[in-house]
């Protein structure tokens, strides 16, 4: 995991970046190659606004019935949490949510969720809980907690932190700790990098198991259904092109989905810089594969009713802090880019998910209290 801690990056992102990024650009060469491999772009579309004032949301679900949930992160402790010099500053609260949109009818169906928010010295606070959601059919929910840390950190955290860096049911058993198997394995290690710290982004169910993706580990976790776990990829560094050569870049997994072909897709940051993001295609059992290159940031991938990956960028640019999110299709057998326009410029979003008919959900504003929830009409 990266010792860096970027205000930019926002929850997820303090882990994305192995080393600095400044004065670093991607040689026009690399950006040429990604282009070549796109197809036309999309035809624009403007999307609507299903709801706003959401706190720190994360991914978004469609369910079966057409409902849709929202993973909000919540607002840490609800009040300032300063920064000092010395290690980051942990502010914890019970701010975490579910939002659910249903027909006409939305609101939060569950609240007092797990919230912490890390300051770095002089830096700006970044919100780790809620990041992905889904009920189940008695009406209970499964879900993933952020963290940055180990049970260590939970404990220093006090009463209520318990859910944080792991698969849980809300308010309920605790179904895989992505943290403890960090802090026993701490698999990512055989790569040189040297910190131990778990933040697991989303999960995919895997026949009764769980792969889970773990951002700051960098790697995916399987989940069995009596708790244990085991390291299934690890995935492996990228390299971060410089003036005078290239440095390491960490992968930081994000996305995880199954594909129409029965493999899984996963999604890598790799550096957040633009241009360097991988989709690696997985079969239990082999070993990962790049599947599409020329990415940038990518947080979250879901799939189109024709089998094609959607993948949504909380960034895109050269610059940190560049706020301009992006969507991309590709195609699901050559891997090609096509990027899907919008009218409305994307503002560090970090959730996707798509419906049978092919509307995108994302949510947008996503490292704020001032969140929403958008929809694009299938083009």
């Not at 197809?39 to 609507?48: D, E, G, N």
């Not at 919008?342 to 996503?366: A, E, K, Q």
Request: aromatic share 6%; with cysteine.
């Amino acid at each position: 995991m990266s010792r860096s801690f970027k205000p930019w990056a926002g929850a997820l992102l303090t882990t994305a970046v192995a080393v600095s990024l400044a004065a670093t650009s991607i040689p026009s060469s690399a950006a040429d190659t990604a282009v070549s491999h796109r197809h036309r772009t999309a035809v624009a579309s403007t999307p609507v606004v299903v709801a706003s004032g959401l706190h720190n949301p994360r991914d978004v679900t469609v369910q079966y019935d057409g409902s849709v949930l929202v993973a909000e992160s919540g607002s840490g402790s609800g009040a300032a949490c300063p920064s000092q010099p010395g290690p980051p500053v942990r502010c914890f609260g019970l701010t975490g949510s579910i939002y659910k949109v249903a027909g006409r009818w939305k609101g939060r169906v569950v609240t007092g969720l797990p919230s912490q928010e890390l300051v770095p010295p002089g830096g700006q606070g970044s919100i780790y809980g809620l990041n992905q959601v889904e009920q189940l059919w008695n009406g209970s929910y499964r879900a993933v907690y952020g963290l940055i840390g180990l049970p260590s950190t939970r404990t220093d955290l006090g009463a209520g932190s318990g859910p944080l860096a792991t698969l849980s049911i809300v308010n309920g058993k605790v179904l895989g700790d992505l943290a403890a198997h960090e802090a026993e394995h701490d698999p990512d290690a055989v790569l040189g990098n040297t910190l131990p710290a778990s933040n697991p982004q989303r999960f995919v169910r895997d026949g009764r198991d769980f792969l889970v993706t773990d951002a700051a580990a960098n790697d995916v976790i399987r989940v069995r259904p009596d708790g244990t776990t085991k390291t299934e990829v690890v995935l492996p560094n990228n390299a971060l092109p410089t003036e005078s050569g290239s440095v390491k870049a960490e992968a930081v997994p994000t996305g995880i989905v199954r594909g129409r072909d029965g493999a899984f897709y996963i999604s890598d940051l790799s550096g957040a810089h633009n241009g360097l993001g991988r989709l690696w295609r997985y079969v239990p059992g082999g070993e990962p594969t790049v599947f599409a290159t020329g990415l940038s940031s990518v947080i979250d991938l879901a799939v189109a009713p024709n089998g094609d990956l959607i993948a949504l960028s909380y960034a895109t640019g050269n610059t940190p802090g560049a706020p301009t999110g992006a969507l991309n299709r590709i195609d699901r057998r050559t891997g090609a880019l096509t990027p899907i326009k919008s009218d409305t410029p994307l503002t560090m979003p970090t959730g996707l998910d798509v419906t049978r008919r092919g509307d995108i959900y994302i949510t947008n504003n996503s490292l704020s209290n001032e969140g929403q929830l958008l929809k694009f009409r299938a083009l």
